[in-house]
């Protein structure tokens, strides 16, 4: 079964750090983006960051200047780094990563359980 392994999350204050992990398991086929969402209380989840296997990156625009999103092919693994925190930074986050069959043309999309991010002021 495939599994998304989340770490890193916490509590911190605002203008700190917080480094998140996500490592990806027992996916069958090749993995191309993999990337953040999160969601706060009474919101719909967002994008926050995705980088494909090739390195491409996008970012919503509240997160350009303060995160950065990066991966380890090998290791089927995504991080992001987030820095300058703010109090509308809270969420929970959520890694993503979408895998394809390309043979059969079909798109496969999974999810981590989520982790807290809490950031006061």
């Known amino acids: 079964q495939v599994q998304l392994v989340e770490s890193g999350g916490g509590l911190v204050q605002a203008g700190g750090s917080l480094r998140l992990s996500c490592a990806a398991s027992r996916i069958r086929f090749s993995i191309d983006a993999m990337g953040w969402y999160r969601q706060a209380p009474g919101k719909q989840r967002e994008l926050v960051a995705a980088i494909t296997s090739g390195g491409s990156t996008n970012y919503t625009d509240s997160v350009k200047g303060r995160f950065t999103v990066s991966r380890d092919n090998a290791k089927n693994t995504v991080y992001l780094q987030m820095n300058s925190l703010k109090p509308e930074d809270t969420a929970v986050y959520y890694c993503?990563?979408?895998?394809?069959?390309?043979?059969?043309?079909?798109?496969?999309?999974?999810w981590g359980q989520g982790t807290q991010v809490t950031v006061s002021s």
């Open positions: 993503n990563a979408r895998a394809v069959n390309t043979s059969a043309g079909v798109l496969y999309e999974y």
